[in-house]
């Protein structure tokens, strides 16, 4: 399984993680006669928020030089352009620094934070695995641009970068620019785009009005790689080590860094 719907697993998991863990600080017990407090639970959700606002501001901070041709990229959110390190450490620190005025909170705000930052990690690797045994590279025969049948598996060997598209696909269509120049600019890694379920002359009248050089451009006439791979939505990119086990599956649109930083990760 892929997503839930239209919505990516990882980020499923992290609002299943970030819902226990504002269960854990609303649940959490309470003395008698104590005061009245903030809202344990909502300070755990503002963490959270916090963390990730930060996380992002330094991801495209730092890679700047790719978001400048096309700054738009940098609300592309979904793009998995963050930093762990930070988010962490800005979500503790605006944590702490929100609970010096309410020592009872404490214990019930960080315990819950680590909680659910536990849950994810645990449920990350659990997912990770799970996606890399049940997902490999598919032993699956399609067609090039020249009618030749070719077997998936012969990608096997190096890191691949398999993008799921379709040409009615907006999302799609945007990304493939930047999918090309990193074609050009990773010999390291394969590229290869296998089109869901359209015929020769779509694909390739495509490829020309949009003045696209592609290579592994690949035909998948009955969409039979989405239901095996348990695809739902396109564009999907799956990233696979040289061994074929999925390291990576990004739904949606990529920007040029969220793909960079995916690509520093499958090496």
């Not at 700047?64 to 930070?86: K, N, S």
């Not at 035909?219 to 086990?245: C, E, H, I, K, M």
Request: aromatic share 8%; proline share 6%.
């Amino acid at each position: 399984m892929s997503s839930v719907g239209p919505v990516p697993m990882p980020v499923v998991l992290i609002l299943v993680c970030m819902l226990l863990a504002m269960a854990v600080a609303r649940l959490w017990p309470r003395r008698k006669g104590e005061a009245p407090l903030p809202s344990a639970a909502s300070m755990v959700l503002d963490m959270l928020l916090i963390g990730l606002l930060c996380g992002r501001i330094s991801f495209v901070a730092l890679n700047f030089a790719l978001y400048r041709e096309a700054p738009w990229g940098i609300l592309q959110i979904a793009d998995g352009g963050y930093h762990l390190a930070v988010v962490l450490v800005a979500g503790l620190a605006w944590g702490l620094w929100r609970l010096r005025r309410w020592p009872a909170l404490r214990a019930p705000v960080l315990a819950s934070a680590l909680i659910g930052v536990l849950l994810w990690a645990g449920g990350g690797l659990l997912l990770s695995a799970w996606q890399e045994r049940q997902m490999p590279l598919p032993a699956l025969q399609v067609a090039d641009l020249q009618g030749d049948r070719i077997d998936l598996q012969q990608f096997r060997g190096k890191p691949l970068v398999l993008n799921l598209w379709a040409t009615w696909c907006g999302p799609c269509r945007r990304e493939m620019p930047v999918l090309a120049a990193a074609q050009q600019a990773h010999d390291d890694v394969q590229f290869v785009f296998l089109n869901q379920g359209e015929t020769l002359e779509e694909v390739q009248g495509f490829l020309a009005s949009e003045r696209l050089m592609l290579g592994n451009v690949l035909l998948d006439d009955d969409a039979v790689a989405s239901t095996v791979l348990g695809v739902q939505a396109y564009p999907s990119t799956l990233f696979f080590g040289a061994d074929g086990r999925l390291r990576e599956l990004h739904l949606g649109e990529l920007t040029a860094a969220g793909l960079e930083h995916k690509l520093r990760r499958l090496r």
